[in-house]
């Protein structure tokens, strides 16, 4: 237990991301990670598929719900994990993972009536208007 609250004390002073693989952790019947325990720590917590043989799931909208639901995240700390937290993991925060003036504009478009409903619904490929990548429209429906 000590050891543990001290990793997350460093994890969280380092800004060192835990990426967690809801999908991975539930088909292998693998123990929750202490994902609420290092979110109130203030470690940064940014989720991913892990799509491979053993974890067949490329969808974010998924991953977190799942994560709300597992590992009780709020929709909130769920789409910052997703998107935000994603990008900063990889060192990639000054470059995507929000929308924000100067980024590269990375975007997948919904016809939802709110961005809760994507976590709600689980899975909204049907409802994908526009793909954007670097600031151009690679996909339209």
Sequence with gaps: QWYQRRVRGMMA???????????????LKLK???VRKMLDSGVVVALGTDFNPNA??????RIMNMACVEYRMTMEEA????????????????KTG??????????????????????????A???ITHVIKKGKVIYRA
Excluded at 13 to 26: H, R, Y
Excluded at 79 to 94: E, H, I, R, V
């Design 13 to 27: 002073e380092k800004k060192t991301a835990a990426v967690i693989l809801p999908t991975t952790a539930w088909l």
């Design 32 to 34: 929750a990670p202490p």
């Design 56 to 61: 067949h799931c490329l969808s974010m909208l």
């Design 79 to 94: 789409m910052a994990g997703a998107t935000l937290n994603s990008a900063a993991s990889m060192g990639l925060s000054d």
């Design 98 to 123: 929000s929308v924000e003036v100067g980024k590269w504009a990375d975007l997948v478009l919904l016809k939802v009536p709110s961005w809760e409903h994507c976590i709600y619904q689980m899975d």
């Design 125 to 127: 490929s049907d409802t």
